[in-house]
Structures are given as structure tokens and as C-alpha cells.
């Protein structure tokens, strides 16, 4: 019978990026694991905790399409609180902390990975994943009235009528 390694996945906004879900699947690939992806809460009460929610299940959702056996929970808004609620060396055998990259990761400026890898006595795997960026909002530009195709040249007409229509360049 093969081993059955079962595997604590830490990630909040990076939780459904596809470096991360690569990472899982490589380490998927040469043995039978299992995964449980907790995130964090960022503070902000229950609209905080609406918006993990939100994100675990958009990160499930993507690992499952990889093929990953993976459940999840929310945690506490502390990463290492979060950690420490979750842990149980009976029911995991290693973590993998998702993070942004240095400066502009938090989650590195408190040295998580080497925290939880200190907490737990596992071995701990540091991935950094880049969040998707946001979309941009776009609309149309406002269509200036009575110009048409020639809109762009609107002001060089209009310069022109109030300087005394002199032409570029001449002098009297």
C-alpha cells in the first residue's frame, strides 16, 4: 500500500494562482496526497470572513479542475494563529505556505514559512505566486457632439478661429 501524504496548504490572496496550483500538482505527482487549503481571514469581521470564503471556494474550485483532492477552511485572521488551530501532526505531514513576492508580501516580512516550520516541526515548502492583476474598469470615451470622425481636431480648428486664423508658421 502507498503512502498517503497529507498536505496543509497556507495561501490567502495567492490561493488560486496557477503557480500555486502547479506546486501542488508536481508535488501531487509523485506520490498520493491530499490537501487542505486554509485562509486566513483578513480583518474586517464578517465581510472579511465573506470575502475568504469567497476566495477558498474560487481556489478549490481551480484546484479541483487540476485534478487535486483538496477540502478547506477558513481561519484566523493571524496567519500563525490560523496555523496553530489547524494543526494536528496526526492528520498532516507537511505545509506549503503560499506568499506574494518579497516586498511586497507581509506574510515574509514576519518570516512565516520559517514560523510555521518552527510550529509545526514539519517540513515546509515556500511557494510565491503572483495574484492575478485586476481588471481594469473601461468605458467608452464620451463622443463629442457635432464633430464626428474629426473630434481629434476639434481644438486645432477652434485655436485657429480665436488667434485670427493666421496659419502655421507665417508672419505678416
Given amino acids: 500500500m502507498a503512502w498517503h501524504f497529507r498536505i496543509l496548504v497556507v495561501a490567502n490572496v495567492t490561493a488560486d494562482t496557477p503557480e500555486l496550483i ?7 505527482s509523485g506520490s498520493y496526497c491530499s490537501f487542505t487549503l486554509l485562509v486566513p481571514a483578513p480583518a474586517g469581521g464578517r465581510a ?12 478549490l474550485g481551480a484546484m479541483r479542475a487540476a485534478g487535486l483532492e483538496v477540502d478547506g477552511r477558513v481561519g484566523d485572521q493571524d496567519a500563525i494563529a490560523a496555523v496553530h488551530d489547524a494543526w494536528d501532526p496526526t492528520r498532516y505531514d507537511e ?20 514560523r510555521i516550520e518552527r510550529l509545526t ?3 515546509v515548502t515556500h511557494v ?14 464620451p463622443h463629442p457632439a457635432g464633430h464626428g470622425v474629426l473630434a481629434p481636431f476639434a481644438a486645432i480648428a477652434t485655436s485657429r478661429r480665436s488667434s485670427g486664423g493666421g496659419g502655421l508658421g507665417r508672419q505678416a
Wanted: proline share 12%.
Fill in 128 to 141: 510565491v505566486s503572483h495574484p492575478k492583476p485586476p481588471v481594469p474598469h473601461t468605458e467608452p470615451a
Fill in 121 to 123: 516541526n514539519v517540513r
Fill in 95 to 114: 505545509v506549503v505556505v503560499s506568499t506574494l513576492p518579497t516586498g511586497t508580501s507581509r506574510w515574509l516580512q514576519v518570516d512565516l514559512p520559517h
Fill in 48 to 59: 472579511g470572513r465573506e470575502a475568504a470564503e469567497r476566495r477558498l471556494a474560487s481556489a
Fill in 22 to 28: 502547479a506546486a501542488l500538482a508536481d508535488r501531487a
